[in-house]
């Protein structure tokens, strides 16, 4: 039976021409070899199965002048040694021995050294002056997948090529060529998936399509054999979970993820390619960009027709979830529910979408006074009922005179606040801010259509009342605070009001904030005080009165003229003693 090569290996190529996707390396080797100005440390850095360690064996080819048929790996004027496993200093001293002796034919002595970056510290110092200073027949080419681990001492003595990844299109060019040579009947959308799997390494693509021709007893690349044995999941998943997500169906979404996993494929895995879909979704939205997508021209065309149907705010807020779902998986205990969970978010985008284009919030700016509708005075007033009812006008807490109405029980807005901007602390007070914003505008609300409906079934109450009765029901309202456990309002509520003529209490507080405690009580403790005396015409005023702070006692002689001031026979004994009170 005859010895079987791999397509990697048989067809290698064999000059500079045929190397693909390198033509910026192979373009500069051969100009530096026709003016003679090649250098004689050369380091080939880029991915695996780009064509370095091929690069190398062609320039060594090219600069003997061998005979292309002639192999190289029989001349005895290029060595080759593998770092990986000679990376101590005896096999770099040995190889420097090697050096010393020039070529037996041929013009140069090449030594390509790959993998070069598992060499020991020790061995990069051992050839550091070698491949410095080498002598003129010896050119050292070293090959590296991992240029930041190779010494920058050795970096610096080198002239440094880096490699590409090799692109779709031409490796699909490749595989169409190797298949042609094989007689192989292969689908160009097989060929671009072996392209997409080997991720820019052409070793990789041409073993995976020797795995494929192998599978296939007609020497026929098919898509689905392809799918089987490369393990990939295939676009239709992809296009029907998108077209379940647009139209929010999460339940066929979540058994079309149970059918890919039924499969053998990984939670995560599926999630990253779902973001890759909705990244050439996204590309296709613009003319300019589609040639970005690195797909057949059929897939190609089957995304264009998709991505009419999205829109780019369901695709950036799409990829966003999908991202989030990625950075989070590895910390995830339940790795299936958190990728479902992402999906039940994406599925519901389309409606939050078309909610906020539909309806766009405005941003309104709260005033500081919360408007109450004007309640309606009664149609058919009487003098006397005027002359009694009418209560004098007040200033509301943005400075307007407000006119107290007949026939309405008072709201949170009508209690009225006497005091002057005032100082505290040494800082302007500004105005107090309401407590609950939300809370005051339902109890406005609900004190109006109060108002309104007491106003349309009965008069206003106007019955006497005494000092005495107010207080109870004052110490009685402050009682429900503490055993409710508001300790702060009933603190509050402690200090005792002042009544005034008629109808009025006035009570003075040393703080901003016991302001806006009783300004956030009013809209609970007048109408119970009414109730209580069957009177509405009780009114409220908070005032802020601050004492007079003393001054502050610092030195020694500040402390003792205070201690003098309580016991004056001090004095005498310090005068007696000659004692010096600042001591």
């Not at 009419?308 to 807020?317: A, C, N, W």
């Not at 005179?401 to 007070?429: C, I, L, Y």
């Not at 209490?505 to 069957?534: C, E, G, W």
């Amino acid at each position: 039976m005859e010895q079987f090569v791999v397509s990697a290996r048989k067809y290698r190529p064999a000059s500079f021409d045929s190397v693909i996707g390198q033509d910026h390396i192979t373009k500069t080797l051969q100009n530096a070899i026709e003016k003679n100005q090649l250098a004689q440390a050369l380091l080939f850095c880029g991915p695996r199965g780009v064509g370095k360690t091929t690069c190398a064996r062609i320039l060594a080819h090219t600069i003997n002048e061998f005979d292309q048929t002639q192999k190289l790996a029989q001349s005895m004027n290029i060595y080759e040694l593998d770092a990986a496993s000679n990376n101590s200093v005896d096999d770099i001293r040995n190889l420097i021995d090697q050096v010393r002796y020039p070529p037996q034919y041929g013009k140069y002595k090449v030594y390509i050294i790959d993998e070069v970056h598992m060499l020991s510290n020790a061995a990069f110092n051992a050839f550091l002056k070698t491949l410095e200073e080498p002598p003129s027949y010896a050119i050292f080419i070293l090959a590296t997948t991992e240029k930041h681990k190779v010494i920058p001492t050795i970096l610096s003595r080198c002239q440094i090529y880096d490699f590409n990844r090799i692109g779709i299109v031409d490796m699909v060019e490749h595989l169409k060529f190797v298949a042609k040579e094989e007689g192989v009947t292969a689908e160009e959308e097989a060929l671009h998936l072996i392209a997409q799997k080997a991720d820019g390494a052409l070793r990789d693509a041409l073993s995976f399509f020797d795995m494929i021709v192998t599978f296939a007893s007609d020497n026929q690349v098919t898509l689905e054999a392809t799918l089987h044995n490369l393990h990939v999941l295939d676009y239709d998943y992809y296009f029907k979970i998108t077209e379940y997500l647009l139209q929010e169906n999460t339940s066929d979404t979540l058994l079309t993820l149970d059918e890919i996993l039924a499969k053998g494929f990984d939670n995560h895995n599926f999630i990253n390619g779902l973001s890759e879909h909705f990244r050439n979704l996204l590309v296709c939205q613009d003319a300019a960009t589609v040639q970005l997508m690195e797909v057949s021209d059929s897939v190609k065309q089957r995304y264009l027709q998709q991505c009419q149907q999205t829109s780019k705010s369901f695709l950036l807020t799409a990829l966003n979830i999908a991202n989030q779902c990625d950075l989070g998986y590895k910390s995830s205990k339940n790795s299936r529910l958190h990728v479902e969970i992402a999906l039940m978010k994406i599925a519901h985008l389309p409606s939050a979408i078309q909610l906020a284009a539909g309806e766009p919030k405005k941003k309104t700016k709260i005033p500081d006074t919360l408007p109450v509708e004007p309640v309606p005075v009664p149609p058919t007033p009487t003098t006397s009922n005027l002359e009694s009812d009418s209560q004098p006008a007040t200033l509301s807490s943005t400075g307007s005179p407000k006119q107290d109405v007949v026939a309405s029980p008072p709201t949170a807005e009508e209690v009225h606040v006497a005091s002057a901007p005032s100082k505290e602390n040494g800082h302007q007070r500004a105005t107090s801010k309401l407590p609950d914003l939300q809370a005051l505008k339902s109890k406005v609300a609900g004190t109006s259509i109060e108002a309104k409906e007491e106003t349309s079934h009965k008069p206003s109450r106007n019955e006497a009342f005494t000092q005495e009765d107010l207080m109870k029901y004052w110490k009685e309202f402050a009682e429900t605070r503490r055993e409710a456990g508001k300790q702060q309002e009933y603190l509050v509520l402690s200090q005792k009001p002042e009544f005034k003529e008629p109808d009025t209490l006035k009570i003075k507080l040393n703080s901003a904030v016991q302001i806006d405690t009783v300004d956030y009580l009013k809209s609970d403790l007048m109408p119970f005080l009414r109730d209580k005396v069957q009177n509405d015409g009780i009114k409220l005023e908070a005032e802020l009165e601050i004492d007079e702070t003393k001054a502050l006692i610092y030195t020694p002689a500040e402390k003792f003229q205070y201690l003098v001031e309580k016991h004056p026979p001090l004095k005498t004994l310090q005068e007696r003693l000659g004692l010096d009170p600042d001591f």
